[in-house]
């Protein structure tokens, strides 16, 4: 029996987490050890051997992942970083909030990642390469680097990106919330000299509840993100067992308060332990819906690129622009089907159109995207079954619209 015949509704999102779990947060009950100690030393360990990455940073949020890793960059308020507006917001934010300038650049409607193409243009338009970098021409603020996102699972162009990344003396993170699993050929994401943010955020397909994870093959890097993490402390505070010398310590950079907690830990190992196994069932789901979803005239689906492994975080689909989109949720959602909406884009914000010269119509592959895109319910505790309900009352709901 589905998830929905059994529980009368269907949500977006859904933790798998169990047993396992519960029995290791006794555990960390029981050590009576809460804050970073040995469960984020071994659920760090074990994620850079699952990534195939040199180092694993565990912290509270891809949040915390994404703003640990600029900060580690030295950027500041004479910089530029360029990202996609169709994103969520936290990945822009984490830019503003170094100072630098979010350059906001459209996304390719193939994978729906920052179009390389396009970031080369602006290259071209507004920067001059002076000395070993490039600088915009009106705001001086040197090209410092590019967030790229891996849209839903499906890896962004990051050879191409990494390519222009070299030839223009910039850094790339990635932001890699959605993509844990996810591979471009035989090679994992994380696996790679950039920073690369994982999230664990509650409807991520493993969760910590709140976490995060910064991975870089770049180990001369791990020093400086290790003390933004944790208020610019060269430090671990885990040293109750083995105290070594006087408690005294030195701060040597202004770092954040992003470090993760053993009990989240504790419950990521036993997660990550299974995450193959989710990703797997999530891709049998979302092989399901393209089968039974590809009749319906008024539904493009967008098929995974050659030569990838997404971890199908999200299963989206574009409506008909005849179809009212709105009306479309609501009525799944009369039916207790919950849908979403991913992306909202950044520069459609108040905060952001007040700050920033972004409008409507600067990033239309974002914007006719956005327009039409729905996410439908898709986690590890579906059943085929769960599928065909969704399909049942998709055609339903559109021979009324
Ligand atoms: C693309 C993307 N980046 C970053 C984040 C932020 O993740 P967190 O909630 O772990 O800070 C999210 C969360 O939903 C996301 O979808």
Known sequence: MGYFKKNGFLPFSEPFIGEEELKAVKRVFK????????????????????????????????TAALHISLASLKTGDKDDIMAPPFTFVSTINTIVETGAYPVLIDIDTDDYGISPDKIEEEIDKNYIKKGEFFYHKKRRNRLKGIIAVHYGGQPAKIDKLNEIAKKHNMKIIEDAAHAIGSKIGDKKIGDSDNFVCFSFYSN????????????????????????????????QAYSRLKREGLPYYDVKLLGFKYNMMDMSAAIGREQLKKIEK?????DVLARLYEKSLSEIEEIRITHLK???????????????????????????????????????????????????????????????????????????????DDVKTVTY???EVLTKL
Do not use: C
């Not at 989710?278 to 999530?282: D, H, S």
């Open 393 to 395: 009352y998709i055609k």
């Open 306 to 384: 050659k030569n990838i492994r997404s971890s199908r975080h999200l299963f989206t689909i574009r409506l008909d622009k005849r179809i009212n989109r709105d009306s479309f949720i609501k009525k799944l959602l009369k039916k207790k089907i919950q849908t979403s909406i991913h992306f909202i884009p950044v520069h459609y914000f108040s905060y952001y159109k007040k700050r920033f010269p972004y409008k409507k119509g600067d990033f239309k592959n974002t914007e006719d995207i956005f327009d039409t895109i729905v996410s439908l319910p898709i986690f590890p505790s579906m059943e085929e």
């Open 278 to 282: 989710l990703n797997e069932k999530r």
């Open 204 to 235: 991520k397909n493993m969760t910590t509840g709140e976490g995060g994870m910064v991975t870089t093959n770049n180990s001369n890097m791990e020093k400086i993100l290790r003390m933004y993490s944790l208020h610019g402390i060269d430090k």
């Open 31 to 62: 050590r009576n050890w809460f804050t970073t100690g040995p469960e984020v030393n071994e659920f760090e360990k074990e994620f850079a051997a699952y990534t195939n990455s040199k180092i694993a940073i565990a912290v509270n949020s891809a």
